[in-house]
């Protein structure tokens, strides 16, 4: 069997695993839950705008900044269920199967340690950032056909949440290579809060216009690159949009909208190849 035929086998593996364990009806039952509350919110939120500003002060745009505000509450539910996602598909896949019994069979030529690794990996990303773009998608339907409003940018956002569930994925990898299942989950949505709560402070310190803890934030956020595609993504939503409304719009519901060049994308990408690569050469010392 070559290489990339193994890999396919352990990525079908993981599949078949995740169904037998109901992670993906749990993770529909969720979705739908979200789906449903979010229509219904939109649809509330879009008919009692006009009360919120007056037709006749030209103040605020209210669609704009009704949409813009809905929307980036789903960016974060989407940011939240993609992780939550990656981090059970990724959950005990190496320490746990391990003592398990289940890899010791398996490591051997021509599949190998590393190749079981990158494949797990692999199998969680794909699912996971398919399932965020997906959700993303209807999210972006609902607020269309509801509240007749869609954001500036589409396709980056959708980009951004995508590859920031893979970055999740890759850091809950690297987690199942020292920790066990149960260790693993906590310190890994651990983690994921600590994103937010940089992002937070971040933006915390730009309203407070204190350069050092801004500073501060951005790093932490950089070290934990999801939070950072997160906030590009909301800025995104609304860098087209002028005035009060643009201004008011610029604190997202979980971390501030910033925007971010290339750079950062390049960097999530190097961060999630580096963070495999320490968990296939974590795994690959490890004794069985």
Do not use: C
């Amino acid at each position: 069997m070559t290489g990339a035929g193994a890999a396919l086998v352990i990525v079908g593996y993981a599949l078949r695993e995740s169904l037998r364990r109901r992670v993906f009806l749990v993770v529909l039952v969720l979705t739908v839950g979200f789906l449903a509350l979010y229509g219904l919110g939109t649809y509330f939120a879009f008919r009692d705008v006009e009360s919120f500003v007056p037709p006749d002060k030209n103040i605020l745009d209210p669609k704009a900044f009704t949409g813009a505000t809905v929307f980036g509450l789903a960016m974060f539910a989407v940011l939240f269920l993609g992780s939550v996602v990656a981090i059970f598909l990724t959950l005990g896949v190496v320490r746990g199967d391990a003592e398990a019994g289940l890899l010791q069979p398996i490591v051997v030529r021509p599949i190998g340690r590393r190749t079981i690794v990158l494949a797990r990996l692999a199998g969680a990303a794909v699912v996971s950032a398919a399932y965020a773009l997906v959700v993303y998608g209807l999210a972006l339907a609902i607020t269309a056909a509801v509240g007749g409003w869609t954001p500036d940018h589409v396709v980056g956002p959708a980009l951004g949440l995508a590859l920031a569930v893979v970055t999740v994925a890759a850091i809950s990898l690297f987690a199942s290579v020292f920790m066990s299942a149960t260790a693993q989950g906590i310190a890994v949505f651990m983690v994921f809060g600590t994103g937010l709560t940089a992002g937070l402070l971040s933006q915390i310190g730009r309203a407070l216009d204190s350069g050092s803890l801004h500073t501060i934030g951005r790093v932490a956020t950089w070290l934990l690159p999801f939070d950072g595609l997160y906030q590009a993504g909301l800025h995104a939503l609304i860098s087209s949009t002028g005035g009060l409304t643009g201004v008011a719009l610029q604190l997202g519901p979980f971390g501030g909208a910033e925007g971010a060049g290339p750079l950062l994308v390049l960097w999530a990408i190097a961060y999630t190849a580096l963070v495999a690569g320490g968990a296939a050469l974590a795994f690959s010392r490890r004794d069985l």
